[in-house]
């Protein structure tokens, strides 16, 4: 790790200015992504802003269907959740399968949807959940928000400071993990509510977490995980690595779903 | 045995530093004036080093030196070297390219050592290292074996056209061949055997401290056997003369057979202390030891096994390629030619074998031994082939191997090694019942029906352990004995220090030893201790590596506690007056048999230090060494079943259920024994369906260079295990024992792609993950995908 100047900021409007006195700053949550890659001299910001400190950004509340998610929540938080898993367990059982015990109580949900990892999970949840990303100074849509690997339509210096969605009617979410880093190599959540039937793909596609619309329309004539079988999904936008080639993630998207739909019931 | 005793459960002394964070490792280790080392690192496969400038990185904060490989041969420090000589079926010896601890000319795997970079503190050193400037002119890179043999491969070392290190025969080529034209029925298969890293949970370290005023110098380091190590880079590497080199392998956390070996690091950090005229540490991280750490296995075999009408084996032929990376490890030609095509007999009475054995170098990290070491490659081959005769010939695999057992002893094999003792039907017995075995149709037929692929597969391994006679290792090659030593020092109060050559990394000793100690003595564990691992407390000891520190190092203590036990009774039978003869020890006394007089240990210890009243003639003291050679190998054995079940729909494996029943002589400690079966298992399941080491094949780059990408077991990709013990006790040790730490890994392998082939009726390569099943169940079945 390089030398780099640590600040904690105790709140969102403290955090914004001080992340942008610094030209090569950033915003530090559970630091899962960025603490390690700064071990590894990949990352070498000048300052870190510590978010871990900004009560507004913490917690989770539900009203009704209506879910806020603070950017701050752990996964741990959000996995164990009460008063979330009687609205949507699915994102429950999501935030559950992240990484390792370590990781879930150190590793935040603003953090995952600002990093955008291809092989993520939250980003699946987002974006099937037709959820809101709410930062310092907007509402950004999810379909709007997510911009292929590692790439988000947040602005520099923007910041996320909670995730809202109305809860669905139903939800599941299915993920393969990979064998070596259990992220995703492929994961999909679907979802049934207000905006409809909406399947979001994690893991698997060469230009980040994408909505797989032929299931949407097949769930949509019918909600069933046997519906999903006569789909077919297309190889040709899935990734390629050592662990998976796009014909086997294609596969496991159908599979995944299939499973997701399931446990969605 | 007594609570503390042969055959306890006793609970692992060393635990409680473990367990509480209290362990002290060579990076724990803090000397006055510390600084640290960062080493400059090939970035290409294979490259010419044309030029090597170290000023900026020199004028960098904190930077006391930067040293490069020039500088280190002038200093006369000598290359590293392999300490086995093989010679090729043509009678010329292995042909060794120079590795040097810093690359001078060219740099042969990414990851090879150029420069090392001393500073105040670690972040400064990899600061300055950052700015060095290496011009290097890249060369072709050859990875795999079998390109690196082809015409107009990259040529890695001047001193072996075309890569070929030694082309070497064991057995009777015309015998066999005759079998297998002669015989009824042949199986033919081709066998990979994928290359690991080591991965244990300490990563190597090396401290050197130079003391000038003495002119002596001492290493702290990640060693298996520490006096090895002194004795190696003193005799070959030119550091100092063993006198004047003290190694220290203090708390070591885990090896599996990658800290056996004397790596650059350890050497220029010596050397590089002298120079800078300050102590210097320096400790791999995560990557570093996936870049630099010995590979282990990467064997690729073509085989043929020939049957008689009656299903007999009467012939095996073995031709096997062994990638050896760019470097000879130390140990490295030993692993492909003694420790795995000896055991090609198996538990099988097979009348003539042949193996051919060609090594080569590629452009990748050495490899060399890992937990097994060319006895896992052995039992891969032969029960992969069994397993698909048995298929071929359309019997039970259970059937194919009990016609074939051997069952007098003692066996002398076609292949050097002649087993003592064994019982390989009671093993396959016990674990097949364990297993159900029979009852596995219904359990098949019962996932059938939730749309599982069930499967069901055996191994029947058999390995060399208690590594070994030394006359007979000599006369094969080997640069060094392979005996132990021991010696027992019985303090003034009654208390006992064993000093032992054996090392600790995680097996256990300060326990099991210590047990032997207390049931022989029957004093209290408690007062028994264990002191290893540094050669200015203990005498020359050859460390632990192949299942050895039981059977010869815990016999070296019997031998030294056989000497104690006897001046003991000759002093108790001096001060009670008795006949040495009559002198028996029972729970801490020694009392004259049949009457009521009694000497308390500890007061025959004190006698034979105030020595007021030794019997005539006696030296005062107690403390005895012995050296053990053993006469020969161990040979546990044993049967391992796996049955799995198969995802169609992603390829996953789960393991339903695993069963090991292991023969491994007598018992010290049955827990610590299950432990290491357990550890030895998780190992093989790894191998068995998620590890590979993988390189681009261009590039020569290293792709599973963490744990994103090299995937290890976790605890939710074991299953519970059933063990089980069959006991045929060692006839060629005292205590009896075989050795028990490598069998886990050695027989699991094959147990699982048996049952993992048994489950979709294809042959497929390890590691079996749920990408390669899938695939090989698509083209088996293309229309039976996720519907």
């Known amino acids: ?265 | 045995m007594g609570m503390e005793g042969i055959g306890a459960r006793v609970a692992r002394k060393e635990d409680k530093r473990f367990l509480t964070g209290k362990g002290r490792y060579t990076d724990d280790m803090v000397v006055p004036g510390m600084k640290y080392a960062y080493f400059v690192r090939s970035p290409h496969a294979h490259a010419k080093i044309t030029g090597i400038n170290v000023s900026a990185a020199k004028a960098m904060p904190g930077v006391i030196d930067v040293l490069d490989g020039k500088q280190l041969q002038a200093d006369g420090i000598g290359n590293l070297i392999c300490g086995w000589m093989i010679h090729s079926k043509d009678g010329s010896p292995m042909k060794m390219g120079a590795w040097r601890p810093l690359a001078v000319d060219t740099v042969r795997y990414v990851g090879d050592a150029v420069a090392i970079v001393v500073a105040n503190s670690v972040a400064e050193a990899r600061d300055a290292a950052e700015v060095v400037t290496v011009d290097y002119e890249e060369l072709p890179a050859v990875i795999t074996s079998v390109a690196a043999l082809e015409a107009g491969a990259p040529q890695i070392h001047p001193e072996a056209p075309g890569n070929l290190i030694f082309d070497w025969q064991i057995g009777d080529g015309a015998a066999t061949d005759k079998a297998i034209a002669e015989a009824a029925h042949v199986t033919e298969i081709e066998i990979l055997n994928n290359r690991l890293s080591p991965n244990p949970m300490e990563p190597r370290a090396a401290l050197g401290v130079y003391d000038e005023a003495e002119d002596h110098y001492t290493c702290y380091t990640t060693s298996q056997n520490p006096h090895v190590a002194r004795l190696v880079m003193s005799a070959f590497y030119n550091v100092a003369p063993e006198n004047k080199l003290r190694v220290i392998a203090p708390d070591v956390g885990g090896g599996f057979g990658s800290k056996i070996y004397i790596y650059p690091e350890e050497i220029v950090c010596l050397w590089a202390s002298k120079k800078t005229g300050v102590p210097v540490k320096w400790t791999s991280d995560r990557t570093e030891a996936f870049l630099t750490d010995a590979h282990g296995r990467d064997h690729v075999s073509k085989v043929k096994m020939a049957f008689d009408k009656d299903h007999r084996i009467i012939g095996l032929k073995v031709d096997t390629i062994a990638n050896l990376g760019a470097y000879m490890s130390l140990f490295s030609s030993a692993v492909p030619t003694y420790l795995y095509a000896t055991l090609l007999s198996g538990q099988y009475a097979i009348p003539a074998i042949h193996a051919n054995v060609r090594t080569v170098y590629t452009n990748t990290v050495p490899v060399d031994a890992y937990r097994g070491a060319g006895r896992p490659e052995a039992t891969y081959l032969l029960e992969r082939t069994m397993e698909v005769a048995a298929r071929e010939l359309g019997v039970s695999p259970a059937e194919l191997r009990r016609k074939n057992f051997i069952r007098s002893f003692p066996y002398q094999t076609p292949v050097i090694m002649n087993y003592d003792a064994g019982d390989y039907e009671a093993s396959l017995s016990a674990a097949m019942s364990a297993a159900d075995w029979d009852g596995f149709a219904a359990r098949r037929a019962e996932a059938e029906g939730r749309g599982k692929k069930r499967g069901i597969g055996m191994s029947c391994y058999i390995e060399a352990c208690g590594i070994a006679p030394s006359q007979a290792v000599g006369s094969l090659g080997a640069g060094v004995g392979l005996w132990e030593s021991a010696e027992v020092r019985v303090n003034a109060v009654g208390t006992i220090e064993v000093l032992t050559g054996s090392h600790s990394h995680g097996q256990g000793h300060e326990t099991t030893f210590a047990q032997l100690v207390a049931d022989r003595l029957g004093v209290p564990l408690a007062s028994v201790n264990i002191v290893h691992g540094d050669t200015d407390k203990v005498q020359m000891g050859m460390g632990t590596y192949g299942s050895r520190s039981g059977a010869v190092g815990m016999s070296a203590i019997v031998k030294a506690l056989d000497k104690v036990e006897m001046k003991a009774k000759k002093i108790a039978a001096h001060l009670m007056e008795a006949d040495e003869s009559d002198i028996v020890i029972e729970n801490g006394a020694l009392k004259v048999a049949g009457t009521d007089k009694t000497l308390p240990w500890f007061q025959m210890a004190l006698a034979a230090y105030t020595a007021h009243n030794l019997p005539a003639g006696m030296e005062p003291g107690l403390k005895e060494t012995a050296f053990y050679d053993p006469s020969n190998f161990t040979f546990p054995a044993g049967c391992y079943i796996a049955e799995v079940e198969i995802d169609p729909d992603t390829g996953k494996t789960e393991i339903i259920q695993f069963v090991a029943a292991d023969d491994f002589g007598n018992i010290i400690n049955p827990m610590i024994v299950e432990g290491q079966v357990h550890g030895g298992l998780a190992q093989g399941i790894g191998q068995a369906l998620l590890e590979e080491v993988r390189y681009d094949e261009t590039s020569g780059q290293l792709l599973t260079a963490s744990y994103m990408d090299y995937a290890m077991p976790r605890a939710d990709d074991l299953p519970s295990f059933k063990l089980s013990h069959q006991n045929t006790p060692c006839p060629s040790n005292p205590l009896g024992i075989k050795g028990c730490g490598e069998a886990g890994a050695i027989g699991s392998p094959p147990a699982l792609i048996n049952a993992i082939t048994d489950a979709i009726g294809v042959e497929i390569t390890m590691p079996a993950t749920p990408l390669k099943v899938w695939q090989a169940l698509q083209a088996a079945q293309p229309r039976m995908a996720a519907e």
């Open chain 1, 1 to 265: 790790m390089y030398d780099t100047n640590y600040h904690r900021a105790s709140s969102v409007e403290e955090a914004v200015k001080l992340r942008s006195s610094q030209d090569e700053a950033r915003y530090l949550s559970g630091g899962m992504t960025l603490i390690a890659t700064m071990k590894q001299r990949l990352a070498a910001p000048s300052d870190l802003v510590d978010l871990r400190h900004v009560a507004s950004m913490k917690g989770i509340s539900v009203e009704g269907r209506k879910v806020r998610i603070g950017a701050g929540t752990t996964h741990a938080e959000v996995a164990s959740s009460s008063a979330l898993k009687s609205v949507c367990p699915a994102i429950c059982h999501l935030a559950g399968m992240i990484g390792d015990p370590h990781v879930r109580h150190m590793g935040t949900i603003g953090g995952s949807v600002a990093n955008n990892d291809p092989a993520a999970d939250y980003p699946s949840a987002v974006l099937a959940l037709n959820a809101t990303v709410v930062t310092d100074r907007r509402e950004i849509v999810a379909d709007d928000y997510f911009q292929g690997m590692f790439d988000t339509a947040l602005e520099e210096g923007e910041l996320i400071t909670a995730i809202t969605f109305e809860a669905p009617e139903k939800a599941g979410y299915a993920k393969f993990p990979n064998p070596a880093s259990r992220y995703a190599l492929t994961g999909v959540f679907v979802a049934k509510g207000a905006s409809g039937v909406r399947v979001a793909v994690t893991g698997a596609g060469s230009n980040g977490v994408f909505r797989a619309t032929d299931i949407e329309i097949a769930l949509s004539a019918s909600w069933s995980s046997d519906f999903v079988a006569s789909v077919a999904v297309d190889a040709g936008q899935l990734m390629e690595d050592m662990h998976a080639t796009p014909e086997y993630r294609a596969n496991l998207v159908k599979v995944m779903a299939k499973r997701a739909v399931a446990m969605a019931g």
